[in-house]
């Protein structure tokens, strides 16, 4: 097979890059190690920045996202007691959409056939070939038989674990790296939401995150640490735990229910140098995780989509190579300031095990300045926000 854009991952940045390429005419073919019902059985953030919503309004596919998602303007931190909320839309004059990473990928996936998009699920043994050349090509095996797609440009979508990044030589690639001492604890329940806007607390006896994908369905955190086994939490003991945490301004609108996903995610700061090489461009977490605090995983892979398709339709469509030559700096500028963000936030709401009372009492002064202080929530918020692409 022969196209001009071979994609590897058909996650959000794989698809997401995939649309706005077909939509420009742009040849391109996405090989995806899963299953469809498999990548949409996957629980993820769902918190839309403008550039995530702008590629689906672009799209043409922002309908059910524009029907079911709820726009906010504002939402908090707490310290345990209060809630000191920020409010995003008069700070920035912006909102955030918030919308499961689930659904907008079911959405980019269900209009594929539709717009004539060839996604190739179950491609297993995927490898690239020649990446430093003018002409790489990836090679996969399907039903036994072995494959090869030769393009102009291969596109590592393929997540944290993908063979893409592990591709680029060792002697070009740095990483930078920090893994948290914990993990977050997730619940999915058909209850409507405690508050009608997010909630990040810092309890003394930890961190608790109320979040919500609908009116009637909700999603909340709490860390723990990382050697710790979701049998040993009941769904008792997580809305017991939210309870106290969230404080009781929250607590006192909770309402429980049975738990119908329940699973540990580690916290990982994570960003690979550089984002191209030769012919290959890494776009979303193949080349970078953020911790969830902020929700910036999804959308920092949008702006890497947005970036990515721009300079391969400079090139296609102009013959300017100068764009992709220029993609990793501009990608990864856009990249460090989201994980600075996300590690600032995750440092502020998180009890760390080597913590003593004087760091807890540090946090509890930069929440007490963040209350006061209209210039500290203008920072949070337009970080909250999304930085301009
Ligand atoms: N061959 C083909 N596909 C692969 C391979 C492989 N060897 N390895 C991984 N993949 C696929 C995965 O199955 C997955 O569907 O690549 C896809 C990567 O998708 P994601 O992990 O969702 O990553 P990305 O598209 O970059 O999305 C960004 O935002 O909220 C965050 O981390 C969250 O998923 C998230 C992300
Ligand atoms: C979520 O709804 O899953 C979510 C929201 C905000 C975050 C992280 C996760 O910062």
Redesign the pocket.
């Known amino acids: 097979m022969k196209t001009q854009v071979a994609i590897?991952?058909?996650?959000?940045?794989?698809l997401l890059l995939a649309h706005l390429l077909k939509a420009e005419g742009v040849d391109c073919i996405v090989?995806?190690?899963?299953t469809g019902p498999y990548?949409l059985s996957r629980i993820?953030?769902g918190v839309l920045e403008q550039v995530t919503v702008g590629l689906m309004e672009r799209l043409g596919l922002d309908a059910r996202m524009k029907a079911e998602g709820l726009p906010h303007d504002g939402f908090n931190l707490a310290d345990g007691e209060r809630l000191i909320r920020i409010d995003i839309k008069a700070l920035t004059g912006k909102q955030v959409m918030v919308y499961g990473?689930t659904e907008l990928t079911r959405d980019l996936m269900e209009a594929a056939e539709p717009r004539g998009l060839e996604i190739i699920y179950e491609?297993a043994d995927?490898a690239l070939h020649h990446i430093e050349s003018d002409a790489p090509f990836v090679t996969y095996t399907k039903n036994g038989a072995e494959h090869r797609v030769d393009a102009r440009f291969i596109i590592g979508?393929?997540?944290f674990?993908?063979?893409s990044r592990q591709t680029i030589p060792a002697s070009v690639g740095r990483t930078f790296e920090r893994v948290y001492p914990f993990g977050w604890l997730g619940i999915l329940a058909d209850v409507p939401p405690c508050n009608h806007e997010l909630i990040y607390a810092n309890h003394d006896r930890g961190f608790a995150l109320a979040s919500q994908r609908s009116n009637v369905r909700s999603r909340y955190y709490i860390d723990v640490p990382v050697t710790e086994r979701v049998e040993d939490w009941s769904d008792e003991r997580i809305w017991d735990e939210l309870s106290i945490r969230l404080g009781p301004e929250a607590a006192a609108h909770i309402t429980r229910g049975a738990s119908i996903e329940k699973s540990i995610a580690p916290l990982r700061s994570f960003v690979f140098e550089p984002m191209r090489h030769g012919s290959l461009l890494l776009?979303?977490?193949?080349a970078h995780i953020v911790p969830p605090t902020g929700a910036k995983?999804?959308n920092l892979?949008a702006s890497d989509v947005h970036y990515a398709s721009e300079a391969l339709l400079a090139f296609f469509k102009s013959n300017d190579g100068d764009a992709i030559a220029g993609y990793s700096e501009k990608a990864l500028a856009r990249v460090w300031k989201a994980e600075r963000f996300s590690w600032s936030l995750t440092k502020l709401m998180h009890r760390f095990p080597d913590d003593g009372v004087f760091e807890r009492r540090i946090q509890l002064a930069e929440l007490d300045y963040i209350a006061s202080s209209d210039a500290a929530q203008r920072v949070i918020a337009e970080n909250y926000v999304g930085l301009p692409v």
């Open positions: 590897i991952g058909a996650g959000p940045a794989g090989l995806e190690r899963q990548i993820r953030a990473q491609a995927v979508c393929d997540g674990h993908g063979p776009c979303g977490d193949a995983g999804l892979a």
